[in-house]
Structures are given as structure tokens and as C-alpha cells.
């Protein structure tokens, strides 16, 4: 595969429920991203992984976890969620963080119900 | 504060219409980045360009040109001869330079294009 994937493509949970969002990336880079695309905001920037160091963290609630065990793997690890956290979580990776354009996935669609 | 205005929510178009999509951007740093993605309803976000502060050459791809205006602060998409497979929402984004967050793309909130057979 090339370019950026992620899985599940659509996932349906309940409040009390523990998942992971996964995201891979085919193109050697070194930076990755975590960005939540709801209905009424913007993209919202969640988390910013450098050669799989945290670097940015938007003051995203703990419910929400992520997890870089290599530059070319990105988890978001959900528990406890709210109805409100439904929308699509997209992931991003970079050739670096400063300046380059970002490679999307085609997003996981997070129900909570 | 940085901030990525795209005025325009909807717009619908007729097929080999053109059309221009607006973007306006605050920035304090003098060394910033611009960029365009295109999200069809398959949800993916596509890059279509980058463009740095310092270079306020109009560019041309295909279809597609930006208009770079640093005076006015616009970074403005237009879409020569309009095809249904244009139809997407497309978001402007900025990213600063010094002083701004590492990798910190700041979007607007898009504007749904729709272009009609």
C-alpha cells in the first residue's frame, strides 16, 4: 500500500467502550498527526508526533491517548468517550513538522453512542 | 493570533463555469507557509498546493491558479472551467514559521463547492 492509511474506516462505540484508532504511513516520513474534523468547527489539530516524540498536544482531553511506536505508526487510543467526540478523526504525516504539506488518511468516521 | 477566514460556506457553479474560492489569513510572523486541500466525499483531505511567504508569484497548474496577494492578506483558488469532479469542500490552511507551533496547520472552515452537469 502507499500513502497514508487508516482503520477502521467507521467505528460505533458506546461511552463505556475502550478502542484504538490506527494509522500507518507508507511515504518515510518522519512527522505524524492526529486532526478531528467535526461538523461545526474547523479541523481541529489534536496531536503532533516528531520522529515519535510528542511535540504538540492542543489540550485534548485524556480520553483520548495517543500512541507512536515508530515514525511510521500512529494509534488514538479512545475510552470513556462522549456523544460530542463523534466526527472523523484524520491522520496526517509530513516529511518533517516545520513548513511541508501534510499527507492525509482518509479518516476513521467515530460514532459514540 | 493566526486565523484562516474562508468567507464563502457553499457555492454551486454549472459545469465549465469558473469559479474562485476566497481565503483570507492573519499571521504575525513574516515567515509563513499557505496551502490548499481539496476533500471529496470520500473524506480524504488531498493536497493540491504550498505556497511560502516570500514568493507572491501566481501559479498555474492545469485548471487551477492562486492568486497570492500579501497587500491583502488572500491567498485566493480559482478553478478554470469547472468539472463535476471538482465538486469537493476545499480548505485553506496556514502554517507559521518562527515562534508558531511545530506543525500546527491552522484551517479555515472549508468551502463546499458543488458544480452541476
Known amino acids: 500500500e502507499t500513502g497514508v492509511t487508516q482503520t477502521p474506516r467507521h467505528l460505533v462505540m458506546g461511552m463505556t467502550n475502550k478502542k484504538s484508532l490506527k494509522c500507518e504511513q507508507h511515504l518515510g516520513h518522519n512527522a505524524m498527526y492526529w486532526y478531528k474534523q467535526s461538523a461545526k468547527k474547523p479541523l481541529e489539530l489534536m496531536f503532533v508526533?516528531?520522529?515519535?516524540?510528542?511535540?504538540e498536544n492542543n489540550s485534548v482531553p485524556s480520553r483520548f491517548s495517543p500512541e507512536c511506536p515508530n515514525s511510521s505508526h500512529l494509534f488514538l487510543h479512545l475510552h470513556t468517550l462522549q456523544p460530542e467526540d463523534s466526527a472523523l478523526y484524520l491522520c496526517?504525516?509530513?516529511?518533517?513538522?516545520?513548513?511541508?504539506?501534510?499527507?492525509f488518511g482518509p479518516g476513521t468516521r467515530l460514532t459514540v453512542l | 493570533a493566526q486565523k484562516v477566514t474562508q468567507a464563502q460556506t457553499e457555492i454551486s457553479v454549472v459545469e465549465k463555469e469558473d469559479v474562485t474560492l476566497d481565503c483570507v489569513y492573519e499571521?504575525?510572523?513574516?515567515?509563513?507557509?499557505l496551502f490548499w486541500y481539496k476533500q471529496p466525499p470520500s473524506g480524504e483531505l488531498v493536497f493540491l498546493i504550498r505556497?511560502?511567504?516570500?514568493?507572491?508569484q501566481n501559479e498555474i497548474s492545469g485548471r487551477y491558479s492562486w492568486n497570492f496577494q500579501k497587500s491583502t492578506s488572500s491567498f485566493n483558488f480559482t478553478i478554470t472551467a469547472s468539472q463535476v469532479v471538482d465538486s469537493a469542500v476545499y480548505f485553506c490552511a496556514l502554517s507559521e514559521g518562527y515562534g508558531g507551533s511545530q506543525g500546527n496547520l491552522i484551517f479555515g472552515k472549508g468551502t463546499k463547492l458543488s458544480v452541476k452537469p
Open positions: 496526517a504525516s509530513s516529511p518533517r513538522t516545520e513548513y511541508n504539506e501534510q499527507f
Open positions: 508526533y516528531s520522529l515519535e516524540e510528542r511535540v
Open positions: 499571521t504575525r510572523d513574516t515567515t509563513y507557509y
Open positions: 505556497r511560502n511567504s516570500f514568493d507572491e
